[in-house]
Structure formats: C-alpha cells, structure tokens
C-alpha cells in the first residue's frame, strides 16, 4: 500500500466487525500495512507472563490495529462519515469530503510510517 487517506486525530466510524458502528479517533495510522490503530476500538486478551510492569502476569486488554478498508473518515464541517478526495491548490494538495465539499484538516499531526 503505498498511501492512506486516513491520518493521525482523524475522527473514524467503524463500518465492519465486532466494533461496527463506533467512533473513535486514529492514534496512528500504519502506512505500510494499511492499518489505523484506534483508541478504545478493537480491544483484545492477551495473555502476558509476570514482568517488571505487571508482577502478576494473566490477562492483559489490548487495542490492535484495524485494517483501514474497514473505517471511515467523520467529516468535522457535516459531521457525518465520508469519502475523501484530493484537491491540489497551486502547489498544496488538501484533502476535501466528497459529501459536503469542504477541506479536512488534521488536528494531531501526521501519520507515523511503520
């Protein structure tokens, strides 16, 4: 893959799975993998041994990444999910909802790429 529409403090609805229908915001979005990790989304057990950080061991809750196929992108002017176009002005390229027109702008910064 070698791009994503979705970035890092986007505001995302879940389209498919266990989590269909919930919102949350991108805490990273993986570029290579195509993966979006979201904050409370997607929780799983994990099983862990005793450590330093956790003397007793057991079962851990953990968020994992959701494939980015699977989200979309909340417009913030319409408040509802939609597509995302690209628009270049001069020699700046914006990405604008295809619902209502308007630019998204990111709020947290950019994607990491891992």
């Known amino acids: ?5 979705i970035k ?9 799975g266990k989590d269909k229908g919930k919102t949350g915001i991108v805490e990273r979005a993986f570029v290579k993998t195509g993966k979006v990790l979201i904050t409370g989304l997607n929780i799983v057990k994990k099983h862990t041994k005793a ?12 968020s994992r990444p959701l494939t980015a196929s699977k989200v ?7 408040n509802k999910p939609a597509r995302i176009s690209y628009l270049q002005k001069g020699k700046t ?9 308007k630019a ?6 950019s994607p990491d790429e891992k």
Request: proline content about 4%; aromatic content about 0%; glycine content about 10%.
């Open 93 to 101: 390229k914006e990405r604008v909802c295809k619902r209502c027109g």
């Open 8 to 16: 890092k403090g986007d505001k995302i609805v879940v389209l498919s």
């Open 72 to 78: 979309q992108v909340i417009c913030p002017s319409c």
């Open 104 to 109: 998204i702008h990111v709020t947290k910064g």
């Open 51 to 62: 450590n330093k950080d956790n003397p007793a061991g057991g079962l851990v809750e953990i």
């Open 1 to 5: 893959m070698a791009s994503l529409k």
